[in-house]
């Protein structure tokens, strides 16, 4: 692939902007792969001001799309957009949360029919056994599974070793990572999330597994391809080789509440369908008898279908409390009643819908879920299509093109 070295500037000086929010919430960068004296270079600098940062992104944005290519200007003007409404944020505007989310994302949210979520309970009751989908029987039920499908604390890091060596294995056959790529995993406690990629880049990943939170034998799969292979590490160590490597200097910066966000998130949601099919069940039983225990892959996999239809029940959470202005035990009882989730877990929920960086990044996983499945769906070579978002610079507008009839 050629070297691209058209309108450096302006691509510095998107670095540079975004580099700028770290300094109003530290983890807003969360990867840079660049020159780290320009990091280093803002980060002992003046403060920023942040509506200084809004003008500088509406400017930068105007500048579009001097010497780029269509392709790397679209990418760069959705992320200034979202950094100029992050911007604004921090400068204490009043931006409705439908309009954040839009600035941020690139998506439209709505509050989703409870109906689908009376129907997914009823699945549910059907998936476990039992017949009634309305009353505590099928919370009971449903807390049952879940005990039984716990892997013990003490042989959770046998078993994230385990999935991360068997799909290490699987995606290097199928999407090639560099010789010395290595993800290294840690456990971590008092986090808003259940897991998170840390890519520091050259090719190395921190991933770090919140212990805080029960692991559960039917959701480890999902977790490590997540965050590892083929998720979050695999789409930065390519993305890092094949366009940062090419020139696309943007590339090398990773910033929260951005289009890229979304993106990522919904590849890595699609990560374990992709390299193992949507019947995966059966191999991960396989790998937990390896390991002395007993996963029941037919009834996590009918579970799993039942409670797919219960995706958008945090999103509706996040609206009833920055949209609606819902009290806070409204809403956890709101997640109480639909995902049947114990008190804490509720209020572990809570806390990530509460924090002023994450707030509104439930939509990365419901709608970035929601629009790559469509768009893996309408793709002749679905693994061929799951490459391109490891390694093209897509983005939902880019998708969304794409899924018109031509």
Request: aromatic share 8%; hydrophobic share 40%; glycine share 6%.
């Amino acid at each position: 692939m050629p070297t691209d070295h058209t309108n450096p500037d302006l691509v510095t000086d998107y670095l540079r902007l975004g580099l700028a929010f770290d300094r109003l919430e530290e983890g807003f960068v969360d990867a840079f792969t660049g020159d780290p004296g320009m990091r280093a270079e803002i980060a002992n600098g003046p403060a920023p001001d942040p509506a200084q940062l809004a003008e500088r992104a509406r400017a930068l944005r105007a500048d579009l799309p001097g010497e780029l290519p269509a392709a790397r200007a679209e990418f760069i003007g959705s992320h200034l957009r979202a950094l100029e409404c992050s911007a604004r944020k921090f400068a204490g505007d009043d931006i409705s949360f439908v309009d954040e989310v839009n600035a941020y994302f690139d998506v439209d949210i709505a509050l989703a029919d409870a109906d689908r979520y009376r129907q997914a309970h009823t699945d549910l009751a059907e998936a476990l056994g039992i017949a009634d989908a309305t009353g505590g029987e099928l919370r009971d039920a449903y807390a049952a599974h879940r005990r039984a499908d716990e892997i013990p604390a003490d042989r959770v890091d046998e078993c994230v070793r385990a999935f991360s060596g068997a799909l290490r294995e699987r995606v290097r056959a199928q999407y090639p990572l560099p010789d010395n790529e290595i993800v290294e995993f840690e456990v971590v406690t008092d986090k808003p999330w259940s897991g998170f990629n840390y890519y520091l880049g050259n090719f190395r990943s921190r991933v770090a597994i919140n212990a805080d939170l029960t692991q559960y034998m039917s959701s480890l799969p999902h977790l490590i391809a997540h965050e590892a292979y083929p998720g979050h590490h695999t789409e930065h160590c390519r993305k890092e080789q094949l366009l940062v490597g090419a020139g696309q200097h943007e590339q090398s910066i990773f910033l929260v509440n951005t289009p890229q966000c979304l993106m990522a998130e919904g590849l890595a949601d699609h990560a374990l369908t992709a390299v193992m099919g949507k019947e995966w069940g059966a191999w991960a039983q396989e790998i937990y008898a390896d390991l002395g225990l007993r996963f029941d892959a037919d009834r996590a996999m009918r579970v799993g279908s039942a409670t797919s239809g219960l995706l958008t029940v945090r999103q509706d959470a996040a609206l009833m409390l920055h949209d609606q202005h819902a009290e806070s035990d409204d809403v956890v009882e709101f997640l109480e009643t639909w995902l049947l989730a114990p008190p804490e877990r509720a209020r572990q929920m809570l806390r990530f819908l509460t924090s002023p960086l994450w707030r509104a990044y439930i939509s990365t996983y419901v709608e970035g879920y929601q629009l790559l499945d469509s768009w893996l769906d309408a793709a002749d070579d679905r693994a061929a299509a799951f490459g391109r978002l490891l390694d093209e610079p897509l983005i939902p507008a880019s998708l969304r093109r794409e899924l018109v009839p031509g």
